[in-house]
């Protein structure tokens, strides 16, 4: 008898950090903790965020840095777990850029990560965030006004097209390392583009880039689409290209995943009978850089080993604990009322 399908669920470390800091013998063991506690939960694998660095880094040394990490890792028992990356890029690594020195260094870093990536997660791991346009980098008009609406998407046009050939070539390498490549749509507060799957999909299908594909994340869609219609549209869309790389649950708040505003009839509805890759537990902590980046206003959901225990309040376990049950049980009853 063949054994059901059993999602694989992961848990990002957005919840603790931003950088993990591969040099950082010391630090390392703070990881090592972490996953040993998640491990324990039930996650199956783990989402690190892979730290830009100075533009002068020397993206050779990053990687094996990353490579050493695995290795700490593998020795503490974690051989088996499965990881991947979010990365973005940034005004440095712009592959966007009009300037065709900016674009080749553009391309270099996210190579660089792609390594990275399969440093750590192995073949068919998965690199995703939003590294098509710079995270966070709003144009300016010459009066130091910032662009928007009608004039926004026009500036954009031409930076997508200069980002085609990188992303073209970065796409190529991905594919034969065989890393997946995720873009992630940011909602509009955050960055100017890409802010829906719409556009990832368009900039893909536009420049002939099969082989990347794109990051359905809840709280952005909840909080930067047009819909339920075109979510459904976009869903079969990047399914019918094999573009659907990857899922992201996460609270328009971004905080615990346990009764917040996700559409999951909606979500789950569309993405269950199509999609066999992982989930990705997303919560973002109020620490730095979130907490100003994202003008976090919610308290800390304290970390244990990292910062003093606080009674009466959420530990950054007990959110990851709940948000786990949560969507193992929406799961559940999705897959018991489709089967009816």
Known sequence: MQKPFKRDIYFSFFMFTADARPDDKAYTQVLIRHLQALTEMGYTGFDLHIASGPAAADHHAEVDSYVCLKRAFDDAGFR???????????????????????????????????????????????????????????????????????????????????????????????????????????????????????????????????????????????????????????????????QLNYVHISGPDRGAVTDSWIPWDIMLGEIEPVYTGPYLVEVFNAIPPFDSSMRMTRRRFWRPGEDEPETGRDSAYDVARSALKTLEDKIAAFSHSSSR
């Not at 420049?207 to 339920?228: K, L, N, R």
């Open 80 to 242: 088996d777990a499965k990881f991947t990356t979010n990365v973005g890029t940034t005004r440095t690594f712009d592959p966007t850029s009009p300037y065709e020195e900016q674009r080749r260094q553009a391309l270099a870093y996210l190579k660089s990560r792609v390594d990275i990536t399969l440093a750590l997660g192995g073949e068919d791991a998965i690199m995703s965030g939003p590294f098509l346009y710079p995270y966070g980098v709003f144009p300016l008009n010459d009066s130091g006004d910032g662009i928007w609406s009608d004039a926004l998407q026009d500036w954009m046009k031409p930076r997508y097209a200069a980002a085609s050939a990188p992303f073209r070539e970065l796409a190529a390498y991905a594919n034969e390392k065989k890393v997946k490549l995720a873009i992630e749509p940011v909602k509009n507060w955050e960055t100017p583009g890409t802010t829906m799957i719409s556009d990832a999909l368009d900039f893909l299908e536009t420049y002939d880039i099969p082989a990347c594909g794109v990051t359905i994340d809840t709280a952005q869609v909840v909080m930067e689409s047009q819909g339920p219609a075109i979510f459904k549209a976009n869903v079969a869309r990047a399914t019918r290209k094999n």
